[in-house]
């Protein structure tokens, strides 16, 4: 992240752009399986995928050119409890962190995530009703969204997006493929504040434990709303249809 906003010349200072040598965080994070059903060849097969994923993606996205037309969704669950932001770490365990709901919007890749106690459906239209209001707050009001099924094809969710005057659109069985952006963003935001996690615990291995991973997908999910992309602007810029001003400051701080 940091030599490509260097070679992009968002930030000033000395990078060695020409190196590609990952820190122990990043490569400990970032470690996952193969596709058993694909073999390697003599061709670099990151640069074989990509173009399919790429091109799967932009099909979902369709013309959703204005922030709000569409919101993709998706539910993420964790085996280890998350701390909730009070309670200084005392709080019963049945009554902390278990997943959260993700939001994507389609036209300016704007990632936002709900935590929750439970993936019941009370819980996620609390999330949904949260998400729309900080939408709000920046001008913008959701048409539609695209989810999988379960707890989002439930009576209770279907109703909420009726009151909405929404519409919902949903992957078909087992073809979780079709809900791809939200599953896509989950993958980058989870790697991110895993390489975090695994930094801090490194460096602080008496102040750092599992339990604090909502805080760092929140953060993560920040930097990447808040780090210009390959246009120059920023997801929440594109959200908010503003441009903020940024100095080397900010960029370090993140």
């Known amino acids: 992240l940091v030599r490509w906003l260097s070679s992009k010349g968002i930030i000033k200072g000395v990078v060695d752009s020409s190196s590609h040598v990952l820190c122990d965080s990043c490569r400990i994070a970032r470690g996952s399986r193969r596709p058993v059903d694909v073999e390697p060849t003599s061709g670099d097969l990151k640069s074989k995928l990509a173009p399919t994923v790429k091109a799967v993606i932009k099909g ?23 701390r909730l932001a009070t309670g200084f770490g005392k709080t ?3 009554m902390t962190y278990g997943g959260g709901t993700i939001f994507v919007d389609h036209a300016s890749g704007f990632i936002h995530v709900e935590h929750q ?9 609390c999330s949904k009703r949260n998400f729309e209001r900080l939408l709000y707050n920046h001008g913008v009001l959701v048409k539609s969204y695209r989810a ?5 094809s439930s009576t209770d969710f279907e ?5 909405g005057s929404q519409s919902i659109s949903y992957s078909g069985v087992g073809a979780q493929h079709q809900n791809g952006v939200a599953e896509r963003a989950i993958r980058t ?3 991110r504040a895993r390489t975090m996690l695994i930094h801090a615990a490194i460096r602080n291995p008496e102040f750092v434990e599992v339990s604090l991973w909502p805080f760092a997908l929140s953060h993560s999910c920040h930097v990447w709303n ?10 929440l ?11 080397n400051n900010d960029l370090r701080h993140l």
């Open 237 to 247: 810029e594109l959200l908010s249809c503003s441009v903020s001003e940024r100095n």
């Open 159 to 163: 109703e909420e997006i009726k009151k």
């Open 92 to 94: 019963a365990t049945h």
């Open 226 to 235: 808040s780090v210009p992309k390959l246009r120059g602007f920023s997801p």
């Open 60 to 82: 979902i996205k369709g013309n959703d050119l204005k922030p709000g037309d569409c919101i993709s969704i998706d539910q993420y669950q964790s085996s280890h409890k998350g």
């Open 117 to 125: 106690v439970s993936l019941s459906a009370g819980d996620t239209i």
């Open 148 to 152: 999988d099924n379960g707890v989002f």
């Open 189 to 191: 935001v989870v790697e």
